[in-house]
Structures are given as structure tokens and as C-alpha cells.
């Protein structure tokens, strides 16, 4: 037997025999994807890593099962197997290959042959020793898939299943780090949706339904959360309640009546009694009020020691508290960490891009000649007064200093590396940069649209919101750009946005990962996005540990301190301010804009999310280069037919070259004319490089009376759109596009050129041809 036939008629009735999927309450999952696999660009990812089967009961994963053909050795998948359930965080792990079973406790480390398969409640005792009567509620609920558009990722069911345990438990104060565009708000979600069906409450019965709070920042974040907890109106209208101080100031009290309500610190904690008084509105409710209250981006200030926001979470001290973050432990959040203990579960976003469930970055970093500043006497000052050789550095312009035509110069260095409708967002200096960097956008765009961007910050108020929502509207390409200072470096849920732009110093860790994390979401077609750094970020990917332990205080200095001109002149800014207007204004002598000049580097990123320079990839590439092929012989024979091409380029990217990365390397040898054979031979060999064009004239000539005149016309116009778009219009599966493109269809191609069969041999022979061959050999192609 193969290996599916050992499954059909030895697995599968040895699972059935044990009870699975006989048990109404269990269920098998067959080749299980738990990861898609990282994304490579031009549609390609990564082989997913998959589970011939994961054993789930009371919507549980328990096992994971490890298949092999009958005539293997039945532990020959142990070690897939652990891999599978360490991933998964499952306590077991078998192996099999039908008629002998092999069993892995991946928590006390036994291995031990088994006779058979577990029944379901077996594996649950085993799994599950100690029993808990809120464990077995809260399996009872179903996870909630709202119309299949919450998919069920594997690190979120941990998460979850990690939060409600530790409830059951009578924790009290819990932790989630997962990167930005996990779906945290999904998380958060799932865990009321099992928390409200199981009625936990904080009296220990399941008397009634619990009162959950979700608190935020931003209001922003709040709506976004109140959208994603729909369902819940669905099944108790009325459940869901937008704690609003119109709304409050309206009906002269806080709402009660609901069971998830939702609201931002700066509501809770404002408010007046009839005296006039400060009075906070959260004061308004009982202390035991909330059974539950869920902080989203809890790092950002809402445990700190010396934040009146903590006063909120103190006050219902008596509730189960749950932070949610996407920052790992930094000296500059170390607070939270102690006010909530470690992570129940941490996801990096270094794992989120190799499982394939985020998108991949690549950076451009851009030095310019006038990055710094020095004045000199022929310069205009206005504002005040600067001595000669006065120097400006990042830090401080549009803080103290601005000059037009620097920012100019920027903006139009962003237009020319960007698609005119990608959208990007670019981080300013100040909300009043914002606006300079808006203006000279919508002077300077191509497209005419008269909204092509805007600004959206605290100030821009309800405007901006609804500017904010058009750009997160994927149906839509208007706004384009938005610029920001603060308001965006969080929570933004913007899956189709291309391009971050720094354009301020981002002094702390916590927030340049917040920023990266705009652009990571999947979107159709979004193979890659763009970090363009004009102020020298890309030093924090530098970091040892940026998905870590800190390592010691952040050595950059506060981004919201101006720094006073050295000559003494008085700032009106004190430390606190964040929105400093520079007081200094200089229009540069002319011509020199004209000698403004620019050094961009693109940066590599491996599996690990360190960063390669360029020449540390080609190094990489030329070590890793003869486990796919040793000689330029080696490479001829497998670039000459599209099936071992298409092999060979599966294995690169595998070994992390995909085609956005082959992509660069024919960038970064000046090959954009040549075809990808002449780029692997020239980085790998030293072979000298070809022009497509070149290869197609020999194969073109070679051509020549081989082939019935109709057959050779079709070919040539291959060889025509394989010159302009390169060596993916030569691969079998294009074959039908071709004919398609050329005759209008397939049907009238077959009128055109008769048999296929024999179209399809030459377009096979005539990549022979082309690099380097006379032909296939008998039975070859």
C-alpha cells in the first residue's frame, strides 16, 4: 500500500474503531494546514506545514497523528510529529504506518509503543488530569466563525485556550503578546464569545451571563472592536454597549444594561458631579461591576504605575484583567509586564511572516546631502536668530527648524518609489508636518484626484476618522496617502497598505514595531511591503533581541524633547509638549536645492528577521547555491525544461530565495534584460551575463524550418513575450494564456496549428535550444 491507501484502510478504521468522529463531540481534521507558509512574492509561498491528522475533541486539539505508508517503519514521522504538536502546543504526538503506533508525550517526554489509538475522552483525562468544571463549559461552546471570515489560526486557538484556562483557574491578571496583524481583537473576541455562552462570572456559578469590558485608547480601536464582537447582537440584541460621554452626559448617567461594553481611557476618565466637581465616569459604576475587563495595546500606558489610567484598572481591581499587546518585553514597557505577569503566549512577528499569516518587508533607506544642516550667512532665516555654523540634525527639524525645500526634496523621493495608488502612510515629525508633507504631496502627485491625501491626526478630529476609514476601505483607492505624526503608529486596521514612510526619528523600540506593523497584514497581491526610512530606523532591526528579553535602557534620547539651538535662543517648548511648531524658518540661497543628491540601499531580510546587507545575501546565495546545482551543466539541465525549472525555483524559495529575492538579486548585478538562468549563473558561478533578447535571437534562428510555418510564428511570438516579461512566460501551465493571447482561444488555436501535442513539444524543445542545447533527447520532453 502508498501511503493513502494506508491511511483509507488501516488509519482511518483504526480512529474510527477508538470513537473518533463517532463521538458526536469529536472530529478529525485530515492534512491539517496549520501554517500557509511564508510568502515569496509573484504568488508563491513556502510549502505549508501540514498535519496528516489533529484529533480534536470538545473543540480541542489533542493529537496530532504522523502517517506513513504501510511498508515504512512506523516511527519513521516522530519527529514530524513533534514538530506538528510543539507548533500546536499539544500534549501528544503519534506515529503510524497503519498496522503499529508509536505515542510521544510532549510534556513529560514518554515514548512508548501503543496497541491502539485513544478513544476521545481517553485522551482528553490523559490530556487534562486534574479535572475543572469551567474547562468543560468552556469547551462546550463553540467558537463562533462568523460566516467562515474567522478562520481558526493555530496560535489563536492557543492564545485562547491558554486565557480560559488560566481563568478557570482563578487567575486574575493575564498577558497576550502577539505581533500586529494576528488578529488580537479576533482573540479577544473568542474568548467573551466562550466566557458569555459558559456564563463565567466572577460569584464561581454559572448563574448569568458576564459583564466584559473592552478598553481602549483610541476611539478608533474601540469602534473597530465593537464591529468585530457583531455577532454577539446577533444572538442577545442589546448585548454590545458603546460607553460614549455624549451619550452619558445626554441620559445623565453610564450605562448598565448590556453585557460587553466598550470605551476608551479618556472617557472613563472624565466626567463631573452636579457640584461642577471631577468626578471620573468610571467611578460611577460598583467596583465589582466588571467580571472582565479586556486593556488593548496595554503597553501604551494603561498599567504603568504613574498613569491615571491605572487608577481605572484599580478601582475594578476585583475583575479578571486580560492585556493584550504586541510589543514583547522592553526596559521601556517593563511595567506592564510587572503589573500583569509574563505572556501566557507570545507570537512573534518574525513568526507570523515565516508561517505565512503575515506579509514580508523589505526596507529602502535613504541618506541625503541635506539629512543634516549647517547654516551659512547666504541662507534666509526666519523666527529668530542662528549663528553661522549653526548644524541642525534629524532630531531637529520640523521640531526647530524647518526648511520647505528639504521636505520638498523627500516628498518627491517618495513619489518616485512608490505606484501612484499604493497606499502608504508616512510618519511626520508633528501634526503641523503632517500638514507641510500633505500639501507638497497633493502640489506634487500625479494623480489629479483632489483627495489623494490627506492628513489624519488629532487635530483633523472627525474629518480624519472618515478619512481614515475611506483608506482602510480595500474597495476603494481614494485617499491614497495619509500622513500622520502619532495617531496611526497603532491598531490601524489597514490590510492593503504598501508603503510606510519615516520621515521622524523613532526613537523607541515599542513604537518603531507598532509602525512596521501597519504594513503587515495580508492582502490579495500584497507580496511584500515597504519600509522607506529616510532617518536611519532600520538601526532597531539591529537589535539582538527586538523579538526578546531587553538587553538594557533604549541609548536614544526622548523624540518629544526639542533640542535648543546651540546659540542660546529661548524655546518655547517645554519637555511635555508633543506638538512643538519649529521657530525657526530658512528658505535656502538659490540653487541650492538643484545640488540636493541621494544614496538608497535596499536591505534583505532572513527567516531569522535579521537583516543581510547585499553583499551578506550574495554570500549566502553562493554558499547555498550547490545544494541545488554545482556546475553551470547542473543548472543547464534544469532551466532547460519547464518542469525541472519550476522544481528548482520551489527549492530556492524554500531554502529562502524566493522570487521577489531573485528579483533583487538581477536588480543588484544590473540584470534586468537578462533572463534568471544568467542572473543564478552570474551571482553563483561568475558566468557572464546574457540578455534575454540575446538568448531568443539564437533560439529564433534555430528555429527556422524545424517546425510546420504556423507552429513557428506562434513560437517566435513566444520568444517575443518571454523578451518582455522574462522566463515565467515560458512554464507549461502559461502555455494556455499563450494561445489564448495569440489566436483569441484555445479553439482557434488548435484551427491555427492543429495537434498540441506537437505545439507543446516545441515550445519545450525550443527552451532546449535557447540555453544551450540542440534539443531534448528521446522521450525528454
Not at 476521545?120 to 468544571?133: G, M, R, S
Not at 484556562?165 to 494576528?182: V, Y
Not at 543547464?636 to 524566493?658: F, H, I, M, V
Request: one cysteine or more; glycine letters at 8%.
Amino acid at each position: 500500500m502508498n501511503e493513502a491507501q494506508t491511511r483509507a484502510e488501516l488509519i482511518d478504521p483504526a480512529l474510527k474503531a477508538a470513537g473518533w468522529s463517532v463521538d458526536a463531540h469529536s472530529r478529525i481534521l485530515r492534512e491539517h494546514v496549520i501554517a500557509p507558509g511564508r510568502i515569496q512574492g509573484a504568488g508563491a509561498q513556502a510549502t505549508a506545514l501540514s498535519a496528516d491528522y489533529v484529533l480534536v475533541f470538545k473543540n480541542t486539539r489533542l493529537a496530532v497523528i504522523e502517517a506513513k505508508a504501510v511498508g515504512k517503519p512506523y516511527t519513521e514521522g516522530v519527529a514530524q510529529a513533534k514538530n506538528y504538536a510543539e507548533k500546536l502546543k499539544i500534549r501528544f504526538a503519534f506515529a503510524t504506518n497503519g498496522a503499529q503506533h508509536y505515542r510521544v508525550d510532549m510534556e513529560t517526554g514518554e515514548e512508548t509503543d501503543a496497541a491502539a489509538f485513544p478513544s476521545p475522552q481517553e485522551l482528553w483525562d490523559a490530556t487534562y488530569a486534574e479535572p475543572n468544571a469551567w474547562r468543560e463549559r468552556f469547551a462546550a461552546v463553540t467558537p463562533e466563525d462568523k460566516g467562515g471570515t474567522f478562520g481558526s489560526r493555530y496560535y489563536q486557538e492557543i492564545a485562547i485556550r491558554r486565557v480560559l484556562e488560566a481563568i478557570g483557574s482563578n487567575k486574575k491578571r493575564m498577558l497576550l503578546t502577539l505581533a500586529t496583524g494576528t488578529g488580537k481583537t479576533v482573540i479577544a473576541f473568542q474568548i467573551a464569545w466562550k466566557l458569555f455562552h459558559a456564563k463565567w462570572n466572577l460569584s464561581g456559578e454559572p448563574s448569568r451571563a458576564p459583564r466584559i469590558l473592552f478598553l481602549a485608547d483610541r476611539n478608533i480601536l474601540a469602534d473597530q472592536a465593537f464591529n468585530t464582537f457583531s455577532p454577539f447582537e446577533m444572538t442577545v440584541p442589546g448585548s454590545l454597549v458603546r460607553i460614549a460621554p455624549d451619550e452619558i452626559r445626554k441620559k445623565g448617567k453610564v450605562p448598565t444594561n448590556g453585557s460587553i461594553f466598550f470605551t476608551i481611557f479618556q472617557t472613563f476618565m472624565t466626567g463631573r458631579d452636579a457640584d461642577g466637581k471631577e468626578a471620573p465616569y468610571f467611578g460611577a459604576y460598583p467596583n465589582d461591576f466588571f467580571d472582565c475587563i479586556i486593556i488593548d495595546e496595554c503597553h501604551r500606558g494603561g498599567a504603568r504605575d504613574e498613569s491615571t489610567w491605572r487608577a481605572i484598572l484599580n478601582y475594578f481591581d476585583a475583575s479578571v484583567q486580560l492585556g493584550l499587546t504586541a510589543t514583547p518585553k522592553r526596559d521601556d514597557n517593563i511595567d506592564t509586564y510587572a503589573y500583569f505577569g509574563n505572556p501566557l503566549y507570545e507570537y512573534a512577528l518574525k513568526d507570523g511572516i515565516n508561517d505565512g499569516f503575515l506579509t514580508p518587508f523589505r526596507v529602502r533607506q535613504v541618506a541625503t546631502t541635506i539629512d543634516e544642516y549647517t547654516y551659512v550667512a547666504d541662507d534666509e532665516v526666519e523666527g529668530g536668530a542662528v549663528p553661522v555654523g549653526q548644524q541642525f540634525v534629524e532630531k531637529d527639524f520640523n521640531r526647530i527648524v524647518e526648511i520647505e525645500a528639504r521636505e520638498r526634496y523627500r516628498v518627491e523621493l517618495v513619489l518616485q518609489y512608490i505606484q501612484p495608488h499604493d497606499k502608504t502612510i508616512i510618519f511626520c515629525a508633528s501634526q503641523v508636518h503632517a500638514l507641510a508633507v500633505r500639501n507638497l504631496i497633493n502640489q506634487l502627485k500625479s494623480v489629479p484626484d483632489p483627495n489623494y491625501c490627506h492628513r489624519v491626526t488629532a487635530n483633523d478630529g472627525a474629518l480624519g476618522e472618515q478619512y481614515l476609514r475611506e483608506f482602510q476601505d480595500n474597495e476603494k483607492t481614494i485617499p491614497t496617502i495619509l500622513t500622520t505624526s502619532q495617531k496611526l503608529s497603532t491598531g490601524v486596521d489597514a490590510r492593503n497598505v504598501r508603503n510606510i514612510v519615516l520621515m521622524r526619528p523613532i526613537n523607541s523600540m515599542i513604537e518603531f514595531k507598532q509602525i512596521i506593523g501597519r504594513g503587515t497584514r495580508l492582502f490579495e497581491d500584497k507580496f511584500y511591503f515597504t519600509v522607506i526610512d529616510f532617518v536611519k530606523a532600520h538601526h532597531h532591526f539591529n537589535d539582538p533581541d527586538w523579538d526578546g528579553e531587553p538587553q538594557g535602557p533604549e541609548p536614544e534620547p526622548d523624540a518629544t524633547t526639542p533640542t535648543p539651538p546651540s546659540n542660546g535662543a529661548k524655546s518655547s517648548f517645554a519637555k511635555t509638549d508633543i506638538e512643538p511648531t519649529p521657530i525657526l524658518r530658512i528658505k535656502l540661497a538659490n540653487g541650492k536645492e538643484l545640488a540636493f543628491q541621494h544614496m538608497q540601499q535596499l536591505t534583505f531580510w532572513g527567516a531569522d528577521g535579521k537583516p543581510l546587507s547585499l553583499q551578506q545575501f550574495l554570500e549566502k546565495f553562493l554558499a547555498d547555491a550547490p545544494q541545488h546545482f554545482a556546475t553551470l551543466a547542473d543548472l543547464t539541465l534544469l532551466w532547460q525544461r519547464p518542469d525541472s525549472r519550476k522544481t528548482l525555483l520551489t527549492q530556492l524559495a524554500e531554502n529562502g530565495y524566493g522570487a521577489d529575492d531573485l528579483k533583487r538579486i538581477q536588480e543588484a548585478v544590473n540584470a534586468a534584460d537578462c533572463d534568471l538562468f544568467d542572473v543564478l549563473a552570474h551571482a553563483a558561478l561568475a558566468e557572464p551575463l546574457k540578455t534575454r533578447a540575446t538568448r531568443a535571437d539564437v533560439a529564433a534562428k534555430a528555429l527556422a524550418g524545424t517546425v510546420a510555418a504556423p507552429v513557428e510564428g506562434f513560437l517566435k511570438f513566444v520568444l517575443g513575450e518571454y523578451v518582455k516579461l522574462g522566463v515565467g512566460e515560458l512554464a507549461m501551465e502559461k502555455l494556455g494564456d499563450l494561445l489564448t493571447l495569440r489566436y483569441g482561444s484555445v479553439t482557434d488555436a488548435i484551427g491555427a496549428l492543429g495537434d498540441l501535442d506537437a505545439v507543446r513539444e516545441a515550445f519545450v524543445a525550443v527552451q532546449w535550444t535557447m540555453f544551450g542545447a540542440t534539443g531534448p533527447t528521446a522521450g525528454e520532453s
